[in-house]
Structures are given as structure tokens and as C-alpha cells.
Nanobody
Framework: QVQLVESGGGLVQPGGSLRLSCVASGFTFGSYDMNWYRQAPGKERELVATITITGGTTNLADSVKGRFTISRDNAKNTIYLQMNSLKPEDTATYYC????????????????WGQGTQVTVSS
């Protein structure tokens, strides 16, 4: 059974920090690029951060560059999103996503989602 379980969300003041975690199970974690998305009320889901299968390549949305960092620990089947200098506009539900790596085209294409963790930035 595939599972992506996010944790680490909560209420934080502007300028504060949070670290989100996503623990994966039920699939070959090392074959998947991993992503963090977020969705604020009334807005479309947006891609925040991406990390490739070895962790060698990461990409961040312009809105979070310089403040957020994505990382992964393949030994623990876990990815992280370190969020610093948080702003009220970062308030959203954050979702962990796994997609079959484009570097492994012989594998069936799969796309898995977690249930999300709420991040609220407010004073």
C-alpha cells in the first residue's frame, strides 16, 4: 500500500521557520522524483520544490528561493522542506508528491500524493 505521510506543519509567526517531513512507503522511493506542492484557499495547487532521485538536482519556485530548501534521505524514504523567513503568503496546505523519475523511462509512470499538512503563518 502506497503511503506518503506529511508532518511538521503548524502555526508560526512571520519570520519563523518550520521543517516539513514526508515519509514514503509502499513503493521504490529511490526511483521517484519528489515534490512539495502547496494550495492556499481559493487558489490553484502550485509546485514549490522538486528534488531528483539522487538529490543531485533541486528546483524551487521563485516565490520561495532563498528561503526554502528541499532535501531527501533515501535511506529513510523521507523528504524534507526546510522553510525559513516564513511569510503570511506561505500559508497553505503543503502536499508531498512522488513521480516516477524521468531518468528511468522504462518504469511505469506513477504519481502519488500525501494527504497534506497545514502551514499557517500569522501573528
Amino acid at each position: 500500500q502506497v503511503q506518503l505521510v506529511e508532518s511538521g506543519g503548524g502555526l508560526v509567526q512571520p519570520g519563523g521557520s518550520l521543517r516539513l517531513s514526508c515519509v514514503a512507503s509502499g513503493f521504490t522511493f529511490g526511483s521517484y522524483d519528489m515534490n512539495w506542492y502547496r494550495q492556499a484557499p481559493g487558489k490553484e495547487r502550485e509546485l514549490v520544490a522538486t528534488i531528483t532521485i539522487t538529490g543531485g538536482t533541486t528546483n524551487l519556485a521563485d516565490s520561495v528561493k532563498g528561503r526554502f530548501t528541499i532535501s531527501r534521505d533515501n535511506a529513510k524514504n523521507t523528504i524534507y522542506l526546510q522553510m525559513n523567513s516564513l511569510k503570511p503568503e506561505d500559508t497553505a496546505t503543503y502536499y508531498c508528491n512522488a513521480k516516477t523519475s524521468t531518468r528511468l523511462p522504462w518504469l511505469p509512470s506513477r504519481d502519488y500524493w500525501g494527504q497534506g499538512t497545514q502551514v499557517t503563518v500569522s501573528s
